[in-house]
């Protein structure tokens, strides 16, 4: 394995970064100023802004800070009927392209599949290459820990729903991770009534996710952590509790005393054995032998993986509701000697399928004005369209009362197809009738319906065998671009690790143009379209019954005479 990339990235620009804000204009329009903004917003709300990482391990905004200016001096520069190139963090041409046209495309963390292994990729990395882009961190589309809020509280759900009678009140939850998404899961348990135990190595992590209200307490003895937990648990009250500890230690330890969780998952840096820290190190200590000696590092990270996921499979077995969360830690565990790491589900197959055979996903906007109140206007705007929908209405009462402001005001909120264009074409239009400072930026995450191929997280166990099938997000990307979309995006690795996934983001931005309109329309019908027929492809019911009530038009449906094959027309979801 080749050494680490530097930690350090020379050149930085006085931190911390900050997102522009207000209504005035430093590029040639709105669509290359909302692109700007969220850049900048990407490491205002950032993990490691000074070594530009977003989130996600090493996930980054831009190959290095000489990048990154040079791509801001572009944004600027740009004009209406322009297309900027990005290859990995780095702007590599401009072309006059045309006004419905991408202002930035980009192709992030790519490589030929003989040779897409993490090996290859970080001396690609070390020699200034390449650059490791996650899912929103390279393509700018990334809104802090809020991004992921919904997401891992409509998962939580679903767990109380399946296993508990529709609530957390008086089970424990254990997971490791307060990192950029992790962070999201004491806020997401205790809004479903649960005791959540997070497991973080890394001091500062906690005291970040303390501070912004996402976790109650940091506790740093495990003996204390228990206590308090277990007491919370029998009197059925919502806490959380990052305790300052490895995962690779406090999983075991827990089943030496007999302990074992009601729920238990992981939101490590799993997927990265450079980022993943190994048992008996601390972050100082960690990071030193990183630069050190990466093969070190990434043989004593693998070691302790299998040591934590091996407690979650004996918890399985226990009895517990276990479910890994989309980092790989099966994947590396396996490779490494455990034979039975995938006896657990992941949380897609397990709990989120059926949404996004729905075309429903991580829908999100962003306020370019930096006003809150322009956030408040919009949150009620989804109540006055679906204030009869009870899940999207419990999650925009709940977000407005407990999910903090980070950077930019922004929301997310899972919204399906036939939704996301009813609901951007609004936005569009106060944007346009001036009940907004400043126009919307809308994006999602690449975790979507259509929009990625990743056998260990999003596409494992796809009815239809197609888990690696990497056409889908690519169709993805190309149809956003025909569509009309501000920003394109191809990304590979996200989530789960190099070599391991292929996915695509988008943005659409609304400046209240007629313009905006038709992109909206055509944008919201493609990009939830084509994952609503992917998964009619696949022969899931929920998504045939989709298809067939919004009106897509799936050509191949008449050749297998009106079901694919595979499917037998059971109620499968
Ligand atoms: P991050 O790098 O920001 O945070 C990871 C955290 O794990 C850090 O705080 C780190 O200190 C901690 N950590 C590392 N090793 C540890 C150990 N042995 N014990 C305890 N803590 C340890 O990453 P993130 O953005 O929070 O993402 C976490 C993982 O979740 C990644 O693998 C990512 O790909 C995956 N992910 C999941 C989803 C989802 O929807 N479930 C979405 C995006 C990313």
Sequence with gaps: MASAPPTTIAGAPPLPVRAPRGA??????????????????????????E????????????????????????????????TLVIQSGRPVAVFTTHARAPRVVMANSNLVPRWATAEHFRQLESAGLMMYGQMTAGSWCYIG???????????????????????????LCLSAGLGGMGGAQPLAITLNGGVALVVEVDPSRIDRR?????????????????????????R????????????????????????????????????????????????????ALREEDGQDYARRAVASMVAHCGA?????????????????????????????????????VAYLRPMFCEGRGPFRWVCLSGEA?????????????????????????LARQHVPIEGLPARVCWLGLGQRARFALALNDLVRRKQLRAPIAITRDHLDTGSVASPNRETEGMRDGSDAVADWPLLNALLNTAAGADSVQIHSGGGVGVGLSVHAGMVVVCDGSSLADDKITAVFATDPGIG??????????????????????????????????????????
């Design 373 to 397: 109140t322009d956030l408040q206007r919009t949150d009620e705007l989804v109540l006055e369209l679906f204030g009869d929908d009870q899940t999207l209405h419990r999650w925009i009462t």
């Design 236 to 287: 059925k009250e919502a806490l959380s509790i990052g305790l300052l500890g490895n995962a690779a230690e406090v999983y075991p330890r827990l089943l030496e005393r007999d302990l074992v969780p009601d729920v238990v998952t992981d939101q490590t840096s799993a997927h990265d054995a450079l980022r993943y820290v190994p048992l008996g190190l601390s972050i100082p200590q960690a990071d």
């Design 210 to 234: 303390v501070a912004a209200g996402y976790c109650q307490r940091r506790v740093d003895d495990l003996e204390q952590a228990l206590k308090l937990a277990l007491a919370a648990k029998e």
């Design 532 to 573: 609503v027929a992917r998964h009619a492809d696949a022969g899931y019911g929920i998504a045939l019954r989709t298809a067939a009530q919004a009106g897509l038009d799936l050509p191949y449906l008449e050749c297998t005479r009106g079901a694919p094959p595979g499917w037998s027309g059971d109620e499968d979801e």
């Design 51 to 82: 070594e530009l990482i977003v989130y996600g391990g090493s996930g980054r905004a831009a190959r290095s800070w000489a990048d990154f200016d040079a791509i801001v001096a572009t944004l600027r520069r740009l004009e209406q009927d322009q």
């Design 312 to 348: 979650m499979v004996r918890m399985h077995e226990e009895g517990a509701v276990v479910f890994d969360y989309g980092n790989n830690l099966r994947g590396q565990a396996q490779d490494a000697g455990l034979r039975d790491a995938f006896s657990y589900p992941g949380f897609v």
């Design 24 to 49: 005035t204009l430093s590029c040639k329009g709105w669509p290359q100023e909302a692109i700007l903004r969220m850049l900048h917003n990407n490491l205002e709300v950032g993990e490691r802004p």
């Design 145 to 171: 820990t809020q991004g992921i809020v919904q997401g891992t509280y409509e998962t939580f759900a679903a767990v109380a729903r399946r296993h508990f009678k529709g609530t957390l009140a008086g089970r």
